[in-house]
């Protein structure tokens, strides 16, 4: 091999090697939790759910809103060249594959998990989700291996889109269903689900194809509308409680979350990419500020039950500290899952260029 | 880890079935202190329920059940059938398995090697066996007796469970010394109102009849849980329609169902004497006939306060209106006149009414609202009400005995009678119930136990106010013979606890020759439970020789010599008497008894029972016949055939049996029948529950003509022996002036000005979780983690907005408070509107100092040390506290 | 019929007798109270006042704990009784989630002992030992064990000294009769239909 061609491979291996390690890390860090249990996580008995959970719907988002488009181009060509969709599919496949993996790492007892599968009870939106998240990867998989063979088509295409707008549904009423926390039940919740996965989507479209830069300004105004909407709303004519909840995200204990998404998440990568810099960065910005928008969405609606009962004030200043920090155990998880996706998608990318 | 695993490694902790002897120290089998158990670890699981009562409040009623499976206590339940508490528990009862399964309890016995005593210091205890830690006792208590009795002292607390059993009333009537101290006294000044005028050690409340209640600073049953029948008989009232007012700086449970009154800490006195003016001087609301038949109130007083005695008989007078003339008490009378002044032989008089009229003239509501910080029209109307809802004059049938029927009462309790003339304020608010003619009679404060009327000049006493006044001037010797105090403090129902304590460190300072060489303290932790804390390190170092039965390495254990380690209280072999003491309602009124218990389960560690181990002393000492005459006279065997036999020697699984036989009677039931059956209960009649009935021809003492007299004999004595009361030098008219026969306002130190900067007052309170901290409460796992968790009254120091506002504090600060006395409080505040805006609440207690115990146990204040018992501190009348001082607080840095 | 509760508020006096009884006969770890009692501040100084509010899981009517449990871990009994079998719970916490009444608690498997800084074993606590799973969901189990055993009661209703809890079947007469008198349900709107009903003060 020549060296420059030694350099290339050793170049591209290094991300591989990353991957390689945070994916060990992630195994590493689940292992652990499996031995100690949960008590390792910053998790709490109001914040049940927290980062995986957070990442996850994330992971979900991009994945699918990616597959979706994937699947609008065997109409619309134009959007993605067949080149483009199997690097898209090589991407989104493997990331709801780990998003899955995400998600059992955040169970508290996995080795019950086969009745999960054998119970069927279809009133439960975790098993509806599992099932499709399922459907998604298997998708995600056989539209891979068909752009791989250069047999994909309308058909797989609307399948593609199909599975895709279903998981994304089916976890937005996961949340609506709570009917217990206003934050989450309303139709509000699918379809803010839906822009994420629009607004992911398409980040990672401008990161692959940089012509649909304006697609992905497009999603992040779309983004930007959902998180106004809910939360300027609630501030200035809501109930008591609601404008409490909201001041508790706008300015209280899940505040900095709420900035980073929409500073980090919209408001960076506006200004990049209509600055003509690097879509790429603006895309991982714009998935970092999804994480966190899905984070400050679940911790505030989680608060609300404990609100209700414990008769914690709708000022401000009750929900003054930040309350839940992601502990080293579960970053670690979570960029595990991350580098776990990365690392397939290396591979895969690696094995389509050689086929 | 704590110290105790040094010196117990193999019996720190059990795993699966307890390991220890037993510790029954009795003959006979079928009385052994410890119920048989199952075989541990053979074949499926054995199970049973084992009968037992509740030990972890002031008078235990309750009967429970204890679930042992394969010889380990697992669950506990209310007895369903027991009449008291009908299969309910408190949370202190329901958490009694954590006490006996505490992993920080005294385990084995133990002497100390480390000669150094002090709160911090480590006793360094060795392990010694039981044979040889008892020899070590009775060894220096034959020492001890051999130079003089009174070197040795006994002390008492709550933390024995104090009224389950005989001996720590008794012990020093048996041991032959006078000298003895109660913890458990200074903070506990509300017997001796209910002495005068039910003749009761405390008084209850008829809950069940009652239509309106006011309480000034006691707690009914409902905002310190009682099981046994208070909390039920509140529930039930409220539900009937009983209006509760609830007068305390505080807004506690009975006030959240009822109205709240606010009142600023000292300022009861006032309330009442504004109460008594509004009926005296304003509505002209009382009852005549009663006041007329059944009290003092119509004898005539000369000018010196004492009764006009007619020169020829020596008997009290009253002025027959219709035929102008006075008369003996005990004359027939045309109309016995309640008021006018008259002239007798010359010598003008006036009615003990006119002079109690003449007492609250200027007391009016609106001179109140400036001490209590009520307003006028609040005490005008309670007051109006109150006398509306008496229903003077009705009467009542209940189970066919007709009685008067006056539904209110005004109820006082430590936190108005451990105040600033807190003795007399208890008085002045019975003298309310009374003008109005309830008490003694249903809906109305009345006795407990079975009263003794003794009656002289006509009226009821305690005792025979002549044979009292002659007893106490015999003591009144100087030097002392005892370390009580009660001399100085003629009212004093306990030893005064400063004086006990001062008199160890300087006797000559309190006119007593002689030193303590040996100090018993069972149940009784000071440097917790009452304040001054350094008295009690100072008198605890002096001591040469400190011994207890203990259940925790607490702070008293720390000064200890000698540790035997004690049975939990669900471990003792005990009776106690069946008896609604507190609140009563329709159906524990009347409930009378006996409840019996023993260990469930084989004892956790090699521990003993407070009363064994005292008899096994007296018998030692040769104090055998003081003790079987003793234990006779208390069990009330003496002219029953189970009578002990003073030359024998007894166990005290014995002596329950006989008391127990004794008790029922012909049913003739003994340990055998009551370990089946865990209780055992009769109906008493509706006569023996109501004064009314039992006070035969006596009058109640309104006039407290009493305690004027022992006043006038505490001042004669005083100035016949050249003496001051220790710490009022220079001041004995003050110390005098307190033994009014009337109401009478003092100022104090609590409602002086706050120009020195205390600007706020402490106030405290028990609350369910945590009454006295006896059944080791302060270090109960359970029980802790609700106080911190779920209690609102929870670890925090509360205060009002508006006085948080005001020195820029807010929920989660930190602070530091400072008392008058120079006492420190360190914690964290929360602003709530549930306290005066005035007032610091400190609920319960925490803040242990000993590091042997629980971390949880040092959590939390005590909030005991920002009060004071100093000598010139305490009430001088009865020798005990303040349950408030006044205070500043600050952000701590 | 239902098995349910009457809590009467007008006769709680917050003592948390209910939730000692509980967690010393179920054996709760640290932390974990099946029954609590919740009292808070009403009312502004000086009209201020105490309000106590015990709460347990509602075993609702129309449970949607069962509903959204992905492994019918959560299961309804044949008298109304909500139960989680812990052999089936993944720990997936959505029935935390989905419950309007904050009456469940997973187990993050701390250290179940109270006494975590000593050694050794506790008698108690080793006669409990293995009742709890780390990574499980637990949660008021209405005493069913007591029920099966033949004494049809509650160790929190018996144990409460007011005789606030009045625990029975929700058809019979007399639980009827007390309901009509006015008792409501938490959260209605939820349509979760709870068993455990609450009179007025």
Redesign the interface.
Known sequence: MSTEAARKAGASRAPMIVAAVLACAGIAAWIFQIT????V?S?T?TY??GLSVSVFYAMMACAAGLMALCGFSEFKPSVMSVDERKLAMAAAAPTMLAAGVLIIM?????G??I??IT?L?L?????LD?WAVLLAVIVGVVYLALLARGSQGRAIGVVAMAASVLVIVIEGI?MA?????TLWASGMSVASFLVAAFTGGTALLAAIAPRHKNLFVAGLIAMAAVILAETVTGLISGTDLSRGLMASIVAGAYAPYFWISLIVGIVIPLLLAVGGKSLVAAAACAVVGLACEKLWFVLAG?AE??L????IGPEAESFATLLYVPSVVEVLMTLGCLGLALLLFLIVRAALREG | ??ML?TTSTRR???????LSAAAALGAGLTLDGAATLAEADEGPAQEKWVKTFCGTCIFTNCGMEVKV??G???????N?DHPA???????R???Q??N??D?YRCKVPVKRTNPEKGLDVDPQWQEIPLEEAKEIIFTKMEECYAKDPRRHMFMYGFGDTLHEGPYQKTYTAIMGTPNYAMSCGPLCEVHHAPQLFNNTFIDRVDVGHCNYLITLGRNMG??????SGP??A??DA??RGMKTVVVDPH???E???GE?L?IRPGGDMAFCMAMINVLLHELNVYDGPYLRERTNLPYLIQEDQDYYRNPETGKPMMWDAAEGVAKDYDAEFGEVALEGAYTVNGTPVETAFEKIKASVKDTTPEWAEGKTGISAEDIRRVTTEFAEAAQIGSTIVIDGVEMPYRPVCLAAGRGSANTMQGQRTYIVADTVNMLVGALGVPGSLIHVEHPKFEVEDGVILPEKLTTYLEKYDAGFTIPFNDMTGKQFSALARFPVLTTAMGAIVDPAKYFVDYDIDVLFPIGSNGFMADTDRDLFVQAYKKVPFIFTTGLLMDECSLFCDVILPEHSSLERQQIHPIEEIMTAGVDSLRVGGVNYKESPVEH?YDTVQFEEFVMELAYRLGRGPQLNMTTSGFFGLMGTPYQLDPTKRYTYAEVLDRYLKATTKDDGKGIDWFRENGFWTFERPVEDCYDYCIQGAGRLPVYDHRDLMVGRHLKANCEKWGVEQPGWEGRMDEVYAEYTPVPEWHENSLTASTDDGFDLYCVNWKI??RILGLGGADNN???R??VE????DDLCIQI???AAEARGLKTGDKVLVESQFGGTAEGVVKV???I??DCLGFPAQGGHVSKFLN?AAQRGTNYNQLLSAKDGDYFTVSGSISIASRVKIRKAE | MHYGMVIDL??C?????C???C???N?TP??T?WC??????E??????????VP?LCNHCQNAVCV???????TYKREDGIVMVDQ????????C???????AR??????DKT??P????????E???EGAF?????SKCILCSDRIDSGDVST?CS???????RIFGDLDSPEMQELIRRGAYVM?PD?RTQPAVYYLP?
Not at chain 1, 106 to 110: E, K, Q, S
Not at chain 2, 222 to 227: G, I, K, L
Not at chain 3, 158 to 164: F, K, L, V
């Open positions: 100690q249990g949960l008590q996580t998790l008995q049940i759910w955040d169970l508290g007892n996995p019950a998990f009745n999960l119970s009870n009133t439960s939106f975790t098993v599992f996961m269903n709570n009917t217990s926390h989680e039950v404990g209700a009962f414990h008769h | 880890m704590g695993s720190t902790f059990l795993k699966g079935a307890a499976v394969n380990v206590a697992t669950e506990i339940r209310g369903k508490n009908q299969g309910t528990m408190c949370p009862g329901a958490a398995l954590m006996l399964y992993p409902a905002s310190a849980a009682f099981a909390s039920r509140m529930a409220w539900k807004c506690n449970v006030a959240s169902h709240w606010p956790v369910s979780p796992v359970w029980l983690e609700v968790n779920h209690e609102f009002n907005p508006l709530t509107g549930l005066r805006e971390p | 007008g006769r006096i917050g003592c948390n007798a939730t000692v009884a967690k010393q006969k054996a640290r932390g109270f609590k009692v919740t009292t808070t501040e009312g502004e100084y000086p009209k201020a006042y105490r309000k106590s709460t509903a959204v449990c992905p492994t019918h871990a052999d089936k719970c993944i720990g997936c916490r959505y935390i989630a989905a419950c309007p009444y904050e608690t997973f187990d993050f498997g701390e109270y006494f800084e000593l050694e050794g074993d506790n008698p108690y080793s006669a409990h799973h780390a990574g499980t969901v160790a018996q144990a409460c000294p007011t005789h606030a959260r939820q003060r």
